[in-house]
């Protein structure tokens, strides 16, 4: 029997402990041994659960119990994550996460201390929360070269996005009822700004490229200032909107990382990726495209990757290697917010003589966006945008949007 530890009960460590006692019979057939939660550290007190006798406030009862051998980690945030994942695995206890600000910020490091123990450290959970991309990567798709990986990697975004799109629903009241479903970060900027998709994404990047790449050396931006006006542009031009976490190498072998809203055309798979589904394409040269598509946010599809990498762990006592990724430098990273795509723009107080910057354009017509003009540019990149966007306000006029178009 191994014994088990939760640090965390929120969201996911509930999710957790719901899953190993109600699938007991189960997991202990696919783990070849049963898993018993011995402890769960939290600071709140949580009477009247089959299981209430499991909690603890303190640390030490889990690090320094030699009987437990596998920690998942599930509280969330940096610290005091960080020195608690570090003490467990310098300990010799395997380590599990759904914690992706600790993987994209320590990931490198703390899969050496892991190596250096003989232990594993996996975090499935961090990325598309009940979607399984992380191990098919490094295990089933090993035999590949990987030239890029896009994806939808947060759920209240794109959830926010598909009730302004199908629904127009305002962003706020999208954001409220995305925070009651469970599905948002404990402080929803995280989402909104895009923080949550660029950790996945360096996780993903690190995974795909073998160096680990750094919030922030990735180029992100949020949703933040997406109107219903430019879902009805994107609509007119045969698009939706989508929150895109994106990584690609450039020709000198960096890896060009970007978080950011994107206009996707409708025969792009990731267009009909809806309300708080994921999906994360990833292209190798062998295979060719590959979409991993599914839940990726709330409790028990969190708590299922977590619980699985439990398994994973007691089924190889000795340490898990993989993943693994050698430690990088901002020198790994190309500047992905420069890169050329061709613009969606929509301003206000100019005509259509006034774009000769833009070069040849696609001028967008919408019911009621009466002075206003939004049309899709050639492939430009980030500098002749910089100048192009100036003449408009030099021509007197306003720039009221301006998102990329995926041409991936
Ligand atoms: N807030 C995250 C999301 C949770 O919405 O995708 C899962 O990482």
Redesign the pocket.
């Known amino acids: 029997m191994a014994k088990v530890a939760i640090m965390g009960h929120g969201v996911v460590g509930s999710g957790a402990a719901e899953l190993l006692i109600d699938h007991a019979a189960t997991i202990e057939k696919r783990a070849n041994e049963q898993l018993e939660v011995k402890r769960i550290l939290d600071l709140r007190s949580f009477p009247g659960l089959s299981y209430s006798d499991k909690f603890t406030t303190n640390f030490e009862d889990i690090v320094s119990d030699p009987e437990i051998t596998i920690v998942a980690e599930v509280m969330g945030g940096l610290h005091p994550a960080y020195e608690f994942v570090s003490r467990c695995l310098a300990a010799g206890k395997s380590v599990v996460t759904s914690n ?1 600000e600790l993987v994209a910020m320590k990931g490198a490091e703390l899969l050496a201390l892991a190596k250096a123990h003989g232990v594993s450290f996996l975090f499935e959970a961090s990325v598309g ?1 009940g979607i399984p991309v992380l191990h098919p990567m490094t295990q089933c798709l090993a035999a590949n070269s990987f030239s890029q990986i896009s994806g939808i990697l ?4 794109n959830f926010i996005l598909t009730k302004m799109i199908r629904e127009q629903m305002s962003f706020d009241d999208a954001l409220k009822l995305a925070q009651q479903l469970g ?3 404990r402080n929803p900027a995280a ?1 909104v700004e895009g923080l ?1 998709a660029c950790r996945k994404i360096c996780i993903l990047a690190s995974i795909a490229f073998g160096k680990h790449i750094y919030p922030d050396s990735v180029h992100t931006e949020g949703i933040t200032k997406i109107t219903l006006a430019d879902v009805d542009y994107a609509a007119d031009y045969g698009c939706v909107i989508k929150l895109l976490g994106h990584a690609e190498q450039t020709a000198d072998g960096r890896t060009a990382a970007l978080v950011a809203p994107f206009l996707v055309r409708r025969d792009n798979p990731l267009s009909v990726v809806d309300d708080v589904f ?1 999906a994360i394409m990833v292209t190798g040269d062998a295979t060719g495209d590959v979409l991993f598509y599914g839940k ?2 709330g409790k028990l599809p ?1 708590a299922s990757a977590v619980v699985s990498d439990m398994i994973e762990c007691a089924k190889h006592p000795g340490g898990m290697i993989y993943p693994a990724w050698e430690d990088g430098t901002a020198a790994d990273a190309a500047d992905a917010g420069k890169q050329a795509f061709p613009r969606y723009v929509r301003c206000a107080g100019v005509s259509a003589d006034d774009l000769k910057a833009f070069g040849d354009v696609t001028v967008l017509h919408r019911d009621g966006g009466a002075g206003e003009l939004a049309f899709v540019t050639a492939s430009m990149d980030g500098d002749t945008l910089e100048t192009a966007l100036a003449s408009v306000v030099a021509a007197g006029g306003h720039v009221l949007g301006c998102i990329r178009v995926a041409a991936f």
């Open positions: 992706k929360g947060n759920g209240t975004t599905y948002a970060e989402d949550d994921n990726g946010a969190t």
